[in-house]
């Protein structure tokens, strides 16, 4: 029933309270990812699947790569640029691409730019399941650290906590959201302290700041530098989330955040692990908890896990909430999602998302076992990510900002460099388990894509067989009864007459006083305000169109909506409103499009898609579905 179009302007988004409490609650929610990478990044440089040599030669090589990726992926670009990039205040892959499309309009790369961004959404799927499971994971392996003979325990209470963690969803996160800021707090805090304690025994490892190091790493062993990167970009995963959370907390307040707290304790913590392995390199194993004095392990391994709990949390919500856009932009349909705060509108949860999430982590922590296994699968979908918002950049800075064509296309090419360097990397993983976010990626794709398609195709079959509306009104008049009340009648369509509509005429003969055809319209930009939401055509005789326009990040309540709505013949009234959809059965056919199987897909999607009722918020009792047949 919904239909992408034309932007109206929006309003002043932007998170309001002071900055030094906006900033707190960004370390909390959006730095969990990114917070959680050393437990495992380093290590994986040095024991993974392509294991460096423990000198100081590859210590001081990767730390290197490791501040220089930090600097130019997260501090220039996303902290200086990409987050300057927002829709109505609001980021990520979606909100991007709509941002784009709204400011290009319709032109030859439309097709090309909407696939980058769906791809983008695609590869985040893959990379939501993996956060969880290896965040955790890694985070409950420290108890091998404290005692060895605990070591058959970590598979069974890492899968308990993720139960424990996807059970909670349906209740919201508003309250344990509260705790998240300051939990971070410490943990960060403790991130620079045991990086400091170790620092002070080789203050010479701030020297990997020179990017000479990683020259000389490159230089000595180009192929294992070139194979590190895939695992020096884990250092980095959740850089995304500082642009898609942006709607949240403000840029000001994540790069305050970033830059004044995260990034130097992030630091600190990899130059005190480089000084460990500079004394003992055994401790490759895992720097991380081996870097804590033995009374400390055990704290560190409960802290680290509220950590990568908060960590799985926050990209878990924001699957969530690039579900929600991905149903009102048209990439999905309808689902059923449920609001768990009256007052926070981000705050919501899709069941369906939920449980598949928590079954496909469950099968990754059984399947891969360990946290270095899964680091194999990891980084493949993060940095495809990467890349294609370096190529979304590049249109932004030249058609969208107007940079000069120089500055635009030298900016966009050094990130394609750095970032296809490491997605380059990170497919010598394929084999290992880089198979597996590809794989969730191109069923995401698939699915995002099918149903865009089929509902394009859709509305062409429905359009061609419409009846102009002015047409309509003339030929019944006057051979049908007309009896009291309101009805209206939702069309996915602007022009025409809707099915339901006529379907009623053939079968109940009669026509309400008002008669009013209702599109629902979802907008390239996050939120609307109050004002203009609505256009009202009068065709006479009691017939209404009226379009009802939405942002992509707002629930539709039509019968809310309805009560601001006085220009259709006057109030509409609740008791006095009936409202007919119009269901499809769709049938597959050989006619051109989509490939049967994709046809098959859609029309199976179609019949499991939420009620229309309730993802509109429909009285039940007022509501009267007329059914069709329509072969695509």
């Not at 392509?50 to 990767?62: A, M, N, Q």
Request: charged share 10%; net charge neutral; with cysteine.
């Amino acid at each position: 029933m919904t239909e992408q179009g034309d932007p109206a302007a929006g309003q002043d988004r932007t998170p309001h309270g002071r900055p030094a409490a906006l900033a707190l609650g960004a370390l909390g929610v959006v730095f969990g990812d990114i917070g959680t990478s050393p437990l495992y990044a380093l290590k994986e440089s040095f024991v993974g699947h392509h294991p460096l040599t423990v000198d100081p030669l590859h210590i001081y090589g990767v730390l290197s790569l490791i501040f220089w990726t930090m600097t130019l992926i997260v501090t220039v670009k996303y902290v200086f640029i990409v987050m300057r990039a927002d829709n109505d205040g609001e980021g990520g892959s979606m909100a991007l691409l709509a941002l784009i499309g709204r400011r290009l309009g319709e032109t030859r790369w439309t097709p090309a730019i909407a696939m980058l961004g769906v791809l983008a959404t695609a590869l985040f799927y893959g990379d939501a399941i993996i956060t969880p499971a290896i965040s955790v994971l890694s985070a409950v392996e420290g108890l091998t650290i404290v005692q060895a003979s605990l070591a058959d325990m970590v598979l069974p209470i890492a899968i308990v906590i993720l139960i424990a963690l996807f059970l909670i969803q349906r209740f919201g996160t508003a309250m344990v959201g509260m705790a998240f800021g300051p939990i971070m707090a410490i943990y960060f805090i403790t991130l620079a302290a045991l990086g400091i304690a170790n620092i002070v025994q080789h203050p010479e490892i701030i020297g990997i700041v020179n990017p000479l190091w990683a020259i000389r790493f490159f230089a000595i062993d180009p192929r294992l530098a070139f194979l590190a990167l895939g695992s020096v970009v884990l250092a980095v995963t959740g850089a995304e989330a500082l642009y898609a959370d942006m709607g949240h907390f403000g840029r000001k307040a994540i790069s305050i955040a970033w830059l004044y707290a995260a990034f130097p304790c992030l630091m600190l913590n990899y130059l005190g692990q480089g000084a460990l392995l500079l004394d003992n390199p055994a401790a490759a194993q895992n720097p991380f908890f081996l870097m804590a004095p033995d009374w400390a392990r055990l704290p560190l391994v409960i802290l680290a896990t509220m950590a990568t709990i908060i960590a799985s949390q926050a990209v878990i919500s924001g699957a969530f909430s690039v579900t929600q856009q991905a149903v009102q932009l048209g990439f999905l349909p309808r689902l059923r999602i449920l609001h768990t705060s009256a007052s926070a509108a981000g705050q919501i949860y899709v069941p369906l998302i939920n449980w598949l999430l928590l079954i496909f982590v469950i099968l990754l922590v059984l399947g891969f076992g360990n946290s270095s296994n899964l680091a194999a699968a990891y980084g493949i979908a993060v940095t495809g990510t990467m890349v294609i918002t370096a190529c979304m950049l590049g249109l932004l800075t030249f058609s969208v900002w107007r940079w000069p064509l120089p500055a635009a296309a030298g900016v966009t090419g050094l990130f394609l460099i750095i970032d296809g360097a490491y997605f380059a990397s990170n497919v010598t993983k394929i084999p290992d388990g880089g198979w597996f976010p590809l794989l969730v990626a191109a069923v995401v794709f698939t699915v995002l894509t099918t149903w865009a398609t089929g509902r394009r195709i859709m509305r062409h079959y429905l359009r061609e067989g419409a009846m102009e509306l002015d047409l309509f009104v003339r030929s019944t008049l006057a051979s049908l009864k007309r009896v009291p009340g309101t009805a209206i009648f939702l069309s996915s369509t602007t022009d025409g007459v809707p099915p339901a509509l006529l379907h009623n005429v053939k079968h109940n003969k009669v026509l309400h006083e008002r008669v009013i055809i209702l599109t629902v319209r979802t907008q390239g930009v996050p939120h609307l305000p109050l004002q203009g939401r609505t256009t009202v055509e009068d065709h006479g005789s009691g017939f209404y169109r009226l379009i009802l326009r939405h942002g992509f990040m707002e629930d539709v309540d039509i019968p809310a909506a309805m009560k601001s709505v006085h220009d259709c013949g006057g109030p509409i009234s609740v008791k006095d409103t009936s409202y007919f959809l119009s269901r499809q059965t769709l049938i597959p056919s050989e006619r051109p499009g989509m490939a049967m199987w994709r046809e098959k897909l859609f029309a199976w999607m179609i019949r499991n898609a939420e009620s229309p009722m309730a993802f509109f918020n429909l009285p039940t009792n007022r509501v009267v579905e007329l059914g069709s047949q329509i072969e695509i």
